[in-house]
């Protein structure tokens, strides 16, 4: 079963700051993995689709990577915003590759 | 606007009745799926459709069911709805199952029972 643990919990930083958030998975037999965004209260907002093909895919100043072999996902964040400020999940697919599998997230606060 | 569009947005309902949240989606996609986010916003899959397979996530209670009229279309009808049903649903939508392409999602039903 897919199990998705992502590191931190929760991050506060300043303005300005390049981040990395970490997300780990038990199943590395994937063809691709998701990163959503979700703001209080709202819907998923998708990020970034990384294929396992690829080690990285980059969308303004996000950039993900991919490690299938180390069951590793991060996702870079430059130049924080105040406008960053939700949770970001992780979501590989599940074993038999039906579903998407959400990690718990990690909410960030970006301060002005 | 090309979307995932659910209704309603919000929806208060007392203990014992039936209710029902729509999802509609115009991209074209051919599976659909339902999330429960519950209060600890942990997101579990519930069912994934597509013209030919559904799949139950076994932790569903019956209570539960997908209808989809149509491949543009995934209703989720809730019979004796409890205290415990109260939780934000979302509805996605991809080409393929599995969500190879990946996943576009609705912006949520916040479903409150009382």
Partial sequence: KQEVTQIPAALSVPEGENLVLNCSFTDSAIYNLQWFRQDPGKGLTSLLLIQSSQREQTSGRLNASLDKSSGRSTLYIAASQPGDSATYLCAPPDNYGQNFVFGPGTRLSVLP | ?114
């Fill in chain 2, 1 to 114: 606007d090309t979307a995932v569009s659910q209704t309603p947005k919000y929806l208060v309902t007392q203990m014992g009745n039936d209710k029902s949240i729509k999802c509609e989606q115009n991209l074209g996609h051919d599976t659909m799926y339902w999330y429960k986010q519950d209060s600890k916003k942990f997101l579990k899959i519930m069912f994934s459709y597509n013209n030919k397979e559904l799949i139950i996530n076994e932790t569903v209670p019956n209570r539960f069911s997908p209808k989809s009229p149509d491949k543009a279309h995934l209703n989720l009808h809730i019979n004796s709805l409890e205290l415990g049903d109260s939780a934000v649903y979302f509805c996605a939508s991809s080409f393929e199952g599995g969500g190879r392409y990946g996943y576009t999602f609705g912006s949520g039903t916040r479903l409150t029972v009382v």
